[in-house]
């Protein structure tokens, strides 16, 4: 039993759709950031870097993680999912990226395995 679950659970992983490629840029869901999304390293890993700040997080204690890296070099563990360091303004979290639709990234990042906090974010268009 256990051995067709676990088969079950391959085939359904191998099963995901190929999405568009995840680079470009995003926008988290408050509408006050946005990121340079990548790939990176070995161009299977995954790195974002802020690259805007408005809506009233452009402000003194936010602006020095401009340019800085958010997503940093996550390594891909499935189909459209990477795992790997989140920088989320001055703290660092184990983190989870997983790209749900063409236009849809989620984010989970978790310090110290227990207080974790899930964003989105969406492909943004000039």
């Given at each position: 039993?256990?051995k067709?679950?676990?088969?079950l659970?391959?085939?359904?992983?191998?099963?995901?759709?190929?999405?568009?490629?995840?680079?470009?840029?995003?926008?988290i869901?408050m509408?006050?950031s946005?990121?340079?999304?990548?790939?990176?390293?070995?161009g299977?890993?995954?790195?974002g870097?802020?690259?805007?700040?408005?809506?009233?997080?452009?402000?003194?204690?936010?602006?020095?993680?401009?340019?800085?890296?958010?997503?940093?070099?996550?390594?891909?563990?499935?189909?459209?999912?990477?795992?790997?360091?989140?920088?989320?303004?001055?703290?660092?979290?184990?983190?989870?990226?997983?790209?749900?639709?063409?236009?849809?990234?989620?984010?989970?990042?978790?310090?110290?395995?227990?207080?974790?906090?899930?964003?989105?974010m969406y492909?943004?268009?000039?």
């Open positions: 039993m256990r067709t679950v676990l088969a659970g391959t085939l359904a992983m191998l099963a995901q759709p190929a999405l568009a490629s995840p680079e470009g840029t995003w926008e869901e509408r006050d946005r990121y340079s999304v990548e790939l990176c390293g070995d299977t890993q995954l790195c870097t802020l690259i805007w700040l408005g809506n009233g997080a452009d402000n003194a204690e936010n602006l020095p993680y401009l340019n800085t890296l958010l997503i940093d070099h996550a390594q891909q563990t499935a189909p459209n999912q990477w795992k790997g360091d989140l920088n989320i303004y001055g703290q660092r979290a184990s983190g989870t990226i997983t790209q749900v639709g063409e236009d849809q990234i989620t984010l989970q990042g978790c310090v110290a395995y227990i207080i974790c906090k899930t964003y989105q492909r943004y268009g000039d």
